[in-house]
C-alpha cells in the first residue's frame, strides 16, 4: 500500500499496489502492521456500507462526538465519488481545513478518516457504493455532522444538475451555529 498525505495529520490517500496477472489482480486493502506502524487505529469493530442511486447524492460531513470518535478506512466500491475530510479537532494545526480526492471502483484508493475528523461524499456516477472500515459502534446519540455548504469551509463540491440531500443533512449546523 501506497500512503499519500493529505496535508491534514493523521490523514491519509491509500493506494494498493496491485499485483496482476493473467487471472486479474491481488491488493492488500488493510494491514494490522503497516497501519500500527504509522500509529493509525488497527481496532475497527464494525464494517459499513452505502449504496447511491443518482449521481448528485451527497452524504455529509459526518462524524461521531466523544466519548466514541470515530476512525474510518473508506473505500468506493463501485461507481465513484468525490470524498471529503475535514479536520475538526480542537487545537489542531489544520483545524477546518479539508481535503477531497476521487475514489472509484477502478482505482482502489482509500481514505483513512482519523477521530476528529468529518466525512462526506458526493457520488459521480449513478449506483456508487462505499464501504467503510469503522474504530467505533455507532451510537446516534452521538452521531453529529456539519453543512455541506459550510460558507467557513469553502469546499469546492463538484458542480451537479440534481444534487441528492437528505433533509436530515440539509438541516445539519454550520460551523459557526455548532460552536455555540
Known amino acids: 500500500m501506497i500512503f499519500r498525505g493529505t496535508g491534514l495529520a493523521g490523514a491519509y490517500l491509500i493506494e494498493p499496489e496491485p499485483q496482476r496477472d493473467q487471472r486479474g489482480l491481488f491488493a492488500r486493502t488493510w494491514s494490522l502492521e503497516t497501519f500500527a506502524e504509522r500509529g493509525l487505529a488497527t481496532g475497527f469493530s464494525q464494517c459499513a456500507t452505502s ?3 443518482a449521481a448528485g447524492t451527497l452524504r ?8 466514541h470518535p ?7 466500491t463501485r461507481g465513484r465519488v468525490f470524498d471529503v475530510i ?3 479537532r480542537p487545537g489542531s494545526a489544520t483545524l477546518h481545513r ?8 477502478d482505482d482502489r484508493r482509500m481514505i483513512y478518516v482519523p477521530e476528529g ?3 462526506g461524499f458526493q457520488t459521480l456516477e449513478p449506483e456508487s457504493e462505499l464501504f467503510y472500515q469503522i474504530t467505533a459502534p455507532y451510537r446516534a446519540d452521538l452521531q453529529r ?9 469553502a469546499i469546492r463540491w463538484p458542480a451537479a444538475r440534481d444534487r441528492v440531500i437528505s433533509a436530515r443533512d ?8 455548532a460552536a455555540a
Open 145 to 153: 455532522g456539519v453543512r455541506w455548504d459550510d460558507p467557513t469551509l
Open 86 to 88: 475535514v479536520d475538526l
Open 117 to 119: 475528523f468529518a466525512h
Open 98 to 105: 479539508w481535503f477531497a480526492a476521487e475514489l472509484g471502483a
Open 51 to 53: 449504496f447511491n442511486l
Open 60 to 67: 455529509g460531513l459526518h462524524f461521531q462526538d466523544a466519548p
Open 70 to 76: 470515530e476512525a474510518k478506512l473508506v473505500r468506493c
Open 170 to 177: 440539509l438541516a445539519l449546523p454550520l460551523l459557526v451555529a
